[in-house]
């Protein structure tokens, strides 16, 4: 609602001085019309002169003219009733996504449960999974030193052969033998 200066100084409680000073300094906005008067919404006044307007209206009584606009906004109207079912369709677009998204979240968890028994599975495969460990890791121990034991055997009987040689030589023999070794290459 539009009213004029006089009558936007008696609803806010000030002087005309007042409100044209506010006008000039660009505190309270203001409509010129085609015959150059000034119109200022009522809820403009209820911004800036709030406290005011409200000590005025307990003093004088005399708010008829304004007095609608609290009823407009106390009661629920046409517009209460968009933004309501606005919000029901808002409440119902939420809950549906969390539907959607708890659903995505049971999903990734399945294929993660699944990806890792692939995964123990594809281990199980490249892991010698036998019971018996330790029979298996004794008959490689027995192989070991089956193994050992022959080297030592062989050279045991390397150096025997060898000490055989070197008595079965004579003194000449092996004082010059490494001559005639010298004489082959």
């Not at 005025?56 to 968009?82: C, F, L, Q, Y």
């Not at 979240?105 to 010698?128: A, F, P």
């Not at 050992?148 to 025997?160: G, I, S, W, Y």
């Amino acid at each position: 609602m539009k009213v004029s200066p006089t009558e936007a100084a008696d609803i806010a409680g000030v002087t005309r001085k007042t409100l044209y000073a506010d006008m000039n300094k660009g505190h309270l906005s203001f409509e010129v019309t085609d015959k150059k008067k000034r119109l200022i919404q009522v809820a403009e006044l209820e911004r800036v002169y709030g406290k005011e307007m409200s000590q005025h209206r307990g003093s004088e009584g005399n708010t008829r003219k304004w007095a609608n606009t609290d009823n407009a906004n106390n009661n629920p109207g046409p517009d209460n009733g968009v933004l309501l079912e606005k919000l029901e369709n808002l409440e119902r677009e939420r809950l549906r996504e969390r539907e959607q998204l708890t659903d995505q979240i049971d999903h990734l968890r399945e294929m993660l449960k699944n990806e890792q028994d692939e995964r123990k599975k594809m281990t199980g495969l490249l892991t010698d999974q036998r019971q018996d460990k330790e029979s298996r890791g004794g008959e490689q121990d027995k192989k070991l030193l089956a193994l050992e034991a022959t080297v030592e055997e062989l050279k045991k009987q390397n150096r025997r052969i060898l000490s055989e040689v070197q008595r079965k030589r004579g003194f000449f023999s092996r004082l010059f033998g490494g001559s005639q070794k010298l004489k082959k290459a």
